[in-house]
Structures are given as C-alpha cells and as structure tokens.
C-alpha cells in the first residue's frame, strides 16, 4: 500500500527553524516528484515546494524562497523540507504529496498524500 507520512511540525518561535520529512512506502520514491503544500485555518491549500525524482530541480513559492530548503534521499525513501526564519504566517498544517512525473506545484496534480503534519509559529 502506497502511503506517505510526514513528521517534524511543531510548535517553534518566530525565526526559529523546522524541518519536516516526508517517509514513502509501500513503492519507490524514485520516479516520483515531491511537492510540499500547506493549509492555514480557513485559507485554501497552497504550493510551498517541489522537487522532481531525482532531485535536479526544485520550486518555491515566493513566500519560502530564501527560508525554505527542499531535498531528498531516495535511498531513504524521504523528502526534507527545512524550514528556516519561520513567520506566524508558516503557521500551517503541512502536507506532502506524489506524482508521477514533472515536479509542480499544482496540487490537484498530485495522486498521493499524506495526512499531514501541524506547524505553529508564535511566541
């Protein structure tokens, strides 16, 4: 059974630092792009990474670009997402996501998703 699991959210003072893994199984991560969403109470999901199979290629929205840092060990089945200078605004659930195929950040583009993982950035 295909499933991703995400880990690492938290609770962290603005400026502090995060980062989230993404564990694949039940298939391999290879051949498939990473994308890296988020939710806020009462907002819509939005793209915050991606990254393609073999890791050559990554995006970013505006809002990380700078913060965020994506990456993968296919070897260990994981995609990382370090999360660096956070804001109250990264306050968000976070999802990972697969696709077979081009890294994008368009989520209904993805087939598989975890269940998330809560990120709260306040002091």
């Known amino acids: 059974q295909l499933q991703l699991v995400e880990s690492g959210g938290g609770w962290v003072q603005p400026g502090g630092s995060l980062r989230l893994s993404c564990a694949a199984s039940?298939?391999?991560?290879?051949?498939?792009?990473i994308g890296w969403f988020r939710q806020a109470p009462g907002k819509e999901r939005e793209g915050v990474s991606c990254?393609?199979?073999?890791?050559?290629?990554?995006k970013y929205a505006e809002s990380g670009k700078g913060r965020f840092t994506i990456s993968r060990d296919n070897a260990k089945k994981t995609v990382y997402l370090q999360m660096n200078s956070l804001k109250p605004e990264d306050t968000a659930v976070y999802y990972c996501?697969?696709?077979?195929?081009?890294?994008?950040?368009?989520?209904?583009?993805?087939?598989?998703w975890g269940q998330g993982t809560p990120v709260t950035v306040s002091s």
């Open positions: 996501a697969a696709v077979w195929g081009m890294a994008t950040m368009t989520s209904n583009l993805y087939d598989y």
């Open positions: 990254i393609d199979h073999r890791g050559g290629s990554t």
């Open positions: 039940g298939f391999t991560l290879d051949y498939y792009a």
